[in-house]
C-alpha cells in the first residue's frame, strides 16, 4: 500500500477517534467560567459558572461542597417590589442540551464561612452534586468582588 494511502487512513482515525473522545466529554454534565468572588474578613462569597448539559435528558444540580466554605448552598437573588431577595433552592434544572448561567443577580453558589482557601488570585476545588448520584468536580477562580 502506498505511504500516502496509510498517511491518510492515520489521519482518518485520529480524527474519528478525536470526535468519538469529544462526544463522550459532552455526554454529561460539564462546567466553565468558573470563578468565587471573594469578600472581606468572613463576610459570605458567591460562586459563579455556567453548568452545560451534554447529555439527552434533564439533570438536576441538588448540592455542592469545597474545603473552601463551611457550606456551599445553591442560591437564587431575585428582585421584586425594588427590592432584591435571596433565597436557598433546593435543585436546578438544566435541559438536555441546555445551559444554566450561574451569574451575580441570579443562580449562584453561596459559600458560608469561607476559609482562608479562598484567597484572591488562587483556585479552590468545588464538588457539584446531581439528583442521579452525579458528582463532577470543578476547579474555581478566585476574584475580586468586580470579578477580575
Wanted: glycine letters at 12%.
Amino acid at each position: 500500500m502506498p505511504f500516502h494511502c496509510l498517511t491518510l487512513r492515520w489521519y482518518a482515525a485520529a480524527a474519528a477517534f478525536l470526535l468519538l473522545s469529544a462526544g463522550a466529554q459532552a455526554a454529561g454534565p460539564a462546567v466553565s467560567g468558573a470563578w468565587f468572588r471573594a469578600m472581606p474578613a468572613h463576610l459570605p462569597a458567591a460562586g459563579y459558572f455556567d453548568l452545560h448539559n451534554g447529555s439527552s435528558k434533564t439533570i438536576s444540580l441538588v448540592g455542592a461542597s469545597s474545603p473552601a466554605c463551611g457550606m456551599l448552598m445553591l442560591h437564587m437573588s431575585s428582585r421584586s417590589s425594588g427590592m432584591e431577595h435571596m433565597m436557598e433552592v433546593a435543585r436546578v434544572d438544566v435541559p438536555p442540551g441546555g445551559t444554566v448561567g450561574f451569574a451575580p443577580g441570579g443562580y449562584h453558589l453561596m459559600c458560608m464561612q469561607p476559609t482562608p482557601m479562598l484567597r484572591i488570585g488562587g483556585h479552590v476545588p468545588v464538588t457539584l452534586q446531581f439528583a442521579d448520584g452525579t458528582r463532577l468536580s470543578a476547579e474555581f477562580a478566585v476574584r475580586r468582588a468586580a470579578g477580575h
